[in-house]
Nanobody
C-alpha cells in the first residue's frame, strides 16, 4: 500500500523559510517520479516541482526558481522542498505525489500522478 506523508508545513512571515518533507512507503521510491503540488481554495492543484529518478533530474516551476529547491534521498524514501523568501501568495496546501512515470519522465500535472499525500498547510503572512 502506497503511502505519502508530508510534514514541515506551518505559518511563517514573508521572507521566511520552510522545509517540507515527504516520506514515502509501500513502493520503490527511486523508481517513481515525485512531485510537489499546491492548492488554494477555489483553484486547481498547481505543480510546483518534480524529481525524476532517472539521471537524478529535478524541475522547479519557473516562477519559483531561485526560491524553491527540490531534492530526494532514495535511500531514506524522502523528498524535500526547501522554500525560501516566502511570499503571501505561496500560502497553500502543499501535496506530495508519486507517479509510476513509464520512461522515467512525466508531465508535472495532477492527472499524471497516481498517489497523493494528505497535504500540509503553508501560511505566509505579510
Amino acid at each position: 500500500q502506497v503511502q505519502l506523508v508530508e510534514s514541515g508545513g506551518g505559518s511563517v512571515q514573508a521572507g521566511g523559510s520552510l522545509r517540507l518533507s515527504c516520506l514515502g512507503s509501500g513502493f520503490t521510491f527511486g523508481s517513481h517520479c515525485m512531485g510537489w503540488f499546491r492548492q488554494t481554495p477555489g483553484h486547481e492543484r498547481e505543480g510546483v516541482a518534480a524529481y525524476y529518478p532517472t539521471g537524478d533530474h529535478s524541475y522547479v516551476m519557473e516562477s519559483l526558481r531561485g526560491r524553491f529547491t527540490i531534492s530526494a534521498d532514495n535511500a531514506k524514501n524522502t523528498m524535500t522542498l526547501e522554500m525560501n523568501s516566502l511570499k503571501p501568495e505561496d500560502s497553500a496546501v502543499y501535496y506530495c505525489a508519486a507517479s509510476t512515470c513509464p520512461g522515467g519522465w512525466v508531465l508535472l500535472a495532477e492527472k499524471e500522478f497516481e498517489y497523493w499525500g494528505q497535504g500540509t498547510q503553508v501560511t505566509v503572512s505579510s
